[in-house]
């Protein structure tokens, strides 16, 4: 009896090689390898056609153009470029000039979506009930529309010699909008030696300012100010010097600052407006997901609805902001590409004229998929690690 009920308890035998060969083999196996040879041979012909189209019209396949001189020029660029260089300084270019306006959205994005996204909760109903007509007009209008508007009010703006000031810092023109600048003189080695200390001595009281783990705001802050006060007293030490550069009005032009072309204004603009609208609502759902008991027992503890809001809500709320924003990230990213259409010198425009001039259509579009790739990839992986971050803080203090 207690050898047949040992028999019957035994789990089943693993079938052998051979036999799992034969069951995958009549299950799904030759419908994939047909499919697999399907899609290998149409990939084939497709290379074929390509390859023999190409020599046909007289073009060589192949990145070897990257080498030879570009007959265009780029109007704006972070690097230095001039109608000559190799193509693949163009497209450096391109690409360094999609990075900036990506990477200025999504900070810019992500504070004014912070800020619509707590008034829009708040218990002022003017305040609640713009904050919702704007992200209810701004989502539900295309970006295209949207870029063509700000590309108009970019250009209707008067020439430098009336040109508008805002707040005695800004001048917006037609040529431009100017903003305040940072100049920086006399920079050496000790100088970068000095600054490296004050921002590890600045890290270091950061994590000492922690308690528990915990995260205090104005702790932090005063560390922070003191660090920036300490490296602004070393730095004439060492010969050092930086000066607020403010763009004045100098007869019919405009002097000091910084311009932000009309294109990149734009741009920069278009995507911050509408980004924002989409971040907002995902803070308002964050904040809406954090269970009421929690600010009740908040209140009940006496802490003040700011320390709420920032001690209590939104550290639970950030494990459904993150993954949420990351997708606004990505598609932030790239949308940029839309910038073609209002002139802005971005990737996508650097490869068309790329291709107009080369011939090389396929491996312009090659370039542009690994590196609207390679972008991508980095803002996911570096959301990725923060969002690991919160949500293991977040299972720690549950």
Known sequence: MSSLTSKALAPPRRPGASRRLAMWWGGHGLAQLVTIALVAAVLVLAGENIAETMRRIGVVPGFAFLGRSANFEIGESVIAFRGGDPYALAILAGFLNTLKVALAGCVLATVLGVVLGVAGLSGN?????????YVEFVRNTPLLLQ???????????????????????????NRGVYVPSLTVHGFTTWTWVTLVVVLIVTVAALRLARRDGAFHLRRSMLVVVLGIAAAAAAAPTTGASLDLDLPT???????????????????????????????????????????RGQREAARAMGLREMQIMRLVVLPQAMRVITPLTTSSYLDLAKDSSLAVAIGYPDLVSVLNT?????????????IMIGAY?????????AMNL?????????????
Do not use: C, M
């Open 125 to 133: 109903l003017l305040l609640a009930s713009l904050v919702r007509a």
């Open 147 to 173: 870029l063509f508007f700000w590309i108009a009010l970019a250009q209707a703006f008067p020439p430098p010699r009336r040109a508008i000031s805002a707040f005695d810092a800004l001048l917006l023109t």
């Open 249 to 291: 009005l100098a007869g019919f032009n405009i002097r000091g600052g910084h311009v932000l072309t009309p294109e990149f204004a734009a741009l920069l603009t278009g995507l911050v407006v509408k980004f924002a609208a989409a971040i907002a609502e995902i803070v308002r759902a964050g904040i809406q997901s954090v269970d």
């Open 354 to 366: 790329t291709a107009n001039t080369t011939g090389q259509s396929l491996e312009a579009l090659t």
């Open 373 to 381: 790739l390679v972008l991508n990839l980095s803002i996911s992986f």
């Open 386 to 398: 923060y969002n690991r971050r919160v949500v293991l803080r977040g299972a720690t203090r549950a």
